[in-house]
């Protein structure tokens, strides 16, 4: 995607955020970018029936998720984004996934790279993020572009709990 449009997408797909999400996500882009690499949001908000696709085909282990969110109105108010790397979104290298955790931890937020990695391997994430070791030889979780907040659970957020 050329740089015009990946901007444009981002811009797009923001707005379908919950406000302090929002600001939160708009930094952890603003940092990748400033390292260089190229950010791009895939998902933002999905209606149900997407989601259900998402559960079905194994990309998503709940019918009812962080993307699903929306106002009492019925707006898009996401929690979550599917944040890819640009340059390669389907085969993303361990470089942008540990710098966009760290980006994501930095601004309050948690991305899916130890979802499903054994415990004794999860320290070896922790170190390559806190020596800003990119290349460190990690295994990462199943939805490692994944990004959602850490001071709301799905259940509050679909009660109506939204981040501070």
């Not at 908000?45 to 990309?59: F, L």
């Amino acid at each position: 995607m050329n740089e015009a449009d990946r901007k444009k997408r981002n811009a797009d797909r923001l707005k379908e955020l919950y406000p302090t999400f929002r600001t939160r996500l708009k930094s952890v882009i603003s940092t990748l970018e400033a390292a260089g690499l190229r950010p791009r949001i895939q998902d933002a908000w999905r209606s149900p029936a997407d989601q259900k696709k998402a559960y079905d085909s194994g990309h998503s282990k709940l019918l009812y998720g962080f993307h699903n969110v929306t106002s009492s109105t019925g707006t898009p108010e996401s929690l979550a984004v599917d944040l890819l790397d640009d340059d390669s979104p389907v085969n993303p290298g361990k470089p942008y996934l540990l710098q966009l955790a760290a980006a994501a931890e930095k601004a309050g937020l948690v991305t899916g790279i130890r979802w499903g990695v054994p415990a004794k391997l999860i320290p070896g994430i922790d170190t390559a993020i806190a020596n800003k070791d990119w290349s460190a030889p990690v295994k990462v979780g199943w939805d490692p572009t994944h990004v959602q907040p850490t001071d709301v659970t799905v259940a509050e957020a679909k009660a109506g709990k939204r981040p501070a």
